[in-house]
């Protein structure tokens, strides 16, 4: 499975932003996907996942603000970020597996791509 993440930015405290993630190779509807960040100075944290029927999971520190979606057609998910804090800041990976939810144990990742929420 490849993936290929877009979406990042620039974004002041309080506003928005919406990450996707395309998957492509395998049947992507098998695979859980999801998104893990990585802040400057610390260790990878899951943010949030989706199944194919579109069960979701997040991390406490984003519950509530974000929202993840998915577009089977299109193999596609959607990392819909609002309410958006400046330690919300970090590369987001974008992450798929079989099985995988709230963990960072996902057997594919696509390249990162930087979100900056400035205070």
């Known amino acids: 499975v490849q993936l290929q993440a877009s979406g990042g930015g620039l974004v002041q405290a309080g506003g928005s932003l919406r990450l996707s993630c395309a998957a492509s190779?395998?049947?992507?509807?098998?695979?859980?996907m999801g998104w893990v960040r990585q802040a400057p100075g610390k260790e990878r944290e899951f943010v949030a996942a989706i199944t194919w029927s579109g069960g979701t999971y997040y991390a406490d520190s984003v519950k509530g603000r974000f929202t993840l979606s998915r577009d089977n057609a299109k193999n596609t998910v959607y990392l819909q970020m609002d309410s958006l804090k400046p330690e919300d800041t970090a590369v987001y990976y974008c992450?798929?597996?079989?099985?995988?939810?709230?963990?960072?144990?996902?057997?594919?990742w696509g390249q990162g791509t930087q979100v900056t929420v400035s205070s």
């Open positions: 992450v798929a597996d079989r099985r995988a939810t709230m963990t960072l144990e996902y057997a594919y």
């Open positions: 190779g395998r049947t992507a509807t098998d695979y859980r």
